[in-house]
């Protein structure tokens, strides 16, 4: 008995006559960036990319090739209308950290990201229709497209248990490898309201409203492989950087959905209709033929999406992996 009394504490006992001592238990409090690009949630800003061109490029580029200088086309530049995608992050996080010897620590912390892109884009365009005058003069038309509200939403978060690998260099510097994992819980929205104008030679004027707005939550799992070097400020305190790459992946996207469209003309018509409803996330490969050409793209949605896969229909992910840089103290406690 008198043995097991006079025993020091495990890492103490195993870190005796190291320079670099580490408590047994700290806590540690990081921040950094994450480089992501969830690909299938950025394809609904891809999608309304390839809208635009096809009815507002590519429709008068046709028109204008077909009648020549009876057809002259003013608008803005397409390269201008620009939605954005999510290409990174930022994120936090927190750790309760016990170091069991010399080289190797446990960890249970939680870590967090966020992040919110939105777009505002508008095109116009001015069209001279000579072949509708008989006059030669030419007849004015004008079509705008707007969508003031388009939004790209993520935020992620994951309990994570790691294992930390480590070395002391000199007296004050510590490199480590740390390998984590845990279960990820992830939510995402998105919203488009696509503003649609249009004014004929006599002056009547159309105008739709479009708005979709589309939630979803998912499970999915989370590991991370990183490098670390730690710097030794003071007995209670250390400056740590991070570097390294995260996965995080999650399907089976759910949750609901709403829409609401209103038509209006410049004679008094106005019509307005909304629906919501709720089901699994994925993508309908919509087909549209016209005189300038094909419209092939697959659009977000989560409307009956699950009955009707294999015809038309893909499976979404909100793939979140990429690599990311953080830094952080650590406490003594």
Avoid at 5 to 30: D, H, K, M, T, V
Avoid at 144 to 171: C, E, K, M, T
Wanted: glycine fraction near 10%.
């Amino acid at each position: 008995m008198a043995a097991v009394f006079l025993l020091p504490p495990p890492a103490a006992a195993q870190e005796e006559g190291y320079e670099f001592r580490l408590s047994n238990i700290s806590l540690e409090l990081l921040g950094g960036y994450a480089r992501v690009r969830p690909d299938d949630f950025n394809e609904a800003a891809t999608y309304e990319q390839a809208y635009l061109r096809y009815y507002y490029v590519t429709r008068f580029d046709y028109y204008r090739s077909l009648y020549g200088d009876n057809y002259r086309v003013t608008s803005d530049p397409a390269d201008a209308a620009r939605f954005n995608l999510i290409t990174g992050s930022s994120i936090y996080g927190a750790r309760l950290r016990y170091q069991l010897s010399s080289t190797l620590g446990l960890s249970f912390g939680v870590q967090y990201l966020s992040r919110t892109q939105a777009s505002n884009v508008a095109m116009n365009v001015d069209v001279v229709d000579a072949s509708r005058s008989g006059s030669g003069a030419g007849a004015a038309l004008s079509f705008q497209y707007q969508n003031p509200a388009f939004l790209l939403a993520v935020s992620a978060w994951s309990p994570q248990l790691a294992a930390h690998f480590g070395w002391d260099i000199g007296r004050v510097l510590r490199l480590e490898v740390l390998i984590a994992g845990g279960p990820l819980y992830v939510e995402c929205r998105t919203v488009s309201e696509r503003r649609l104008a249009s004014a004929d030679p006599e002056g009547f004027r159309t105008e739709t409203v479009t708005a979709v707005e589309m939630k979803g939550e998912a499970k999915g799992l989370c590991g991370e492989l990183g490098g670390r070097a730690g710097l030794r400020l003071a007995k209670f305190l250390t400056l740590f950087a991070e570097a390294g790459f995260t996965f995080r992946s999650a399907d089976e996207v759910k949750g609901p959905g709403s829409s609401r469209t209103a038509v209006s003309d410049s004679d008094g018509g106005d019509e307005s209709v909304t629906a919501s409803w709720s089901g699994k996330w994925g993508f309908f490969r919509q087909r549209i033929t016209s005189d300038w050409g094909q419209f092939q793209e697959y659009q977000l949605q989560n409307q009956n999406v699950a009955i009707y896969f294999g015809s038309g229909f893909k499976k979404f992910t909100i793939d979140l992996s990429g690599f990311q840089l953080k830094a952080g103290l650590g406490f003594r406690i």
